[in-house]
């Protein structure tokens, strides 16, 4: 069988958290979709082979970070799916414990079906039989090079329409299958990542104590290889484990609640308090008063100061005292904006989202709800949305375009730093981005100035 795990135009309603990276590789209650899928090809899905389908300038990142190789555009002279057809999944998917018996059943059945998400229509998952496939081959290829159209204002003006993607083929075909009773949960704005996050941390964290090889350091607490614990340590598993990967450091001092689980090589300063449910990537600097967020491989929170209910991604670095505010002071629910829209989320806390390599100076404060783009630099009271590749100053009337060059240059020293070597793939990343966002820029210039 063949697994094509897409995305869909949907994937952008996540920005920043997904600018940088495929969806399938967004961090939620420590577990990403990509590896429950790799989880999966090695034991109950066994001999399928595992293809992702995403943005164009993410397909060298997707082969040489999560070695995955991009879905056919076209079918081929020889049909890729005759040992057992197609399961489509789709990258938005919430990557929970329980969807593995999901995709599994999926995956089983013989005849092809596809589940729709309720709220927006899209395709969650489908399968697609070989036998469909075969009969279908015509449908599924493109069709003949298109004659142009005349435009009705000037006869040598033509509108071609672009040609789908062979995944674009198949989901459209996947719409029109028979739908399966059985139901997934996909993200469709960036605070679902934060609410799912406090739904299923404790219920991942479990899973991966039982499927993991670690040591029961104390009642709860389990840890890998190479893990350093200070002294004077304040341990609580009542709401669940505790779970440190290889190599992590933690200083004197510190408290610890579970459920958390802290990646490969992390550092936990002292006197540093991490609560009610913390997912740390590898190689995390992390410090002060942190409490239900999911932080990204890579960034730096070290110093003393406030994180609550948010998402950093990677290659951030929050100065001594950065805070944010996840709570209203009329303790009411809290809206978002994302892109101009407005989103009632019915979430009483909810911090902010932070994009790739963005920065903040010491002392910032931002304010609840807010929504950072990736490349920014932030100093003083974060009272708005920030658009991405900008120096956010407002406070002091200091908003300024952050060039692309200027944060290729500190990508490479902050990977140097880091040992990382910088590719010409995340040079060109940051280029891409730069490109891309010009428009979110363009649109937040009235409240910028």
């Not at 200091?398 to 140097?416: E, G, R």
């Amino acid at each position: 069988m063949q697994i094509i795990c897409f995305e869909d135009q949907l994937a952008s309603h996540l920005f920043p958290i997904t600018q940088s990276r495929p969806a399938y590789a967004v961090t939620c209650a420590s577990l990403r979709l990509v590896d429950r899928l790799k989880e999966l090809i090695r034991g109950p899905l066994a001999g399928s082979s595992l293809l992702g389908s995403v943005r164009s300038y993410l397909t060298e990142i997707q082969q040489l970070d999560f070695e995955l190789s991009q879905a056919a555009t076209e079918i081929g002279d020889k049909w890729p799916t005759d040992d057992g057809g197609i399961l489509l999944v789709n990258a938005r998917l919430v990557p929970r414990v329980a969807l593995d018996a999901v995709l599994v059943k999926m995956a089983q059945e013989d005849r092809s079906v596809s589940m729709v998400d309720e709220h927006d229509g899209s395709i969650l998952i489908a399968r697609l039989t070989a036998a469909d496939l075969a009969a279908r081959r015509s449908e599924l290829s493109p069709p003949p090079d298109p004659v142009p159209e005349k435009s009705s204002r000037s006869r040598s003006k033509s509108v071609v329409a672009p040609l789908l993607s062979l995944t674009d083929r198949l989901v459209q075909l996947a719409d029109s299958l028979p739908r399966s009773p059985t139901t997934a949960a996909a993200f469709h704005w960036p605070h679902d990542i934060v609410s799912w996050h406090m739904n299923e941390m404790r219920e991942s964290i479990e899973w991966r104590v039982a499927h993991g090889e670690y040591r029961q350091h104390a009642d709860g607490v389990f840890v890998n290889e190479g893990v350093s614990l200070g002294e004077y340590l304040s341990i609580n598993v009542e709401n669940g484990p505790i779970l440190l990967e290889r190599n992590v450091k933690v200083g004197p001092f510190c408290y610890l609640e579970g459920p958390l689980h802290a990646g490969a090589g992390t550092r936990v300063i002292e006197h540093s308090a991490l609560k009610d449910g913390v997912s740390l990537g590898h190689t995390v600097k992390i410090g002060g008063e942190v409490e239900a967020s999911v932080i990204e491989p890579y960034t730096n929170k070290q110093h003393h100061g406030f994180l609550g209910h948010s998402y950093l991604g990677s290659w951030i670095n929050l100065g001594a005292g950065t805070c944010n505010s996840d709570l209203k002071n009329t303790y009411g629910k809290i809206n978002m904006e994302y892109d101009n829209t407005k989103i009632a989320t019915g979430m009483q806390f909810l911090g902010c989202f932070i994009g790739d390599y963005s920065k903040s100076a010491i002392n910032t404060s931002i304010f609840t709800g807010k929504v950072i783009g990736v490349c920014s630099m932030l100093y003083g009271f974060v009272t708005s949305n920030v658009p991405s590749f900008v120096n956010y100053a407002r406070l002091f009337g200091q908003t300024a375009l952050l060039p692309a060059d200027v944060m290729i240059s500190t990508q490479a020293k902050m990977f140097a730093r880091r040992k990382v070597q910088q590719r010409e793939c995340d040079k060109q990343l940051i280029l891409d981005m730069y490109e891309q966002s010009a428009t979110e820029r363009e649109a937040a210039e009235h409240y910028m100035l």
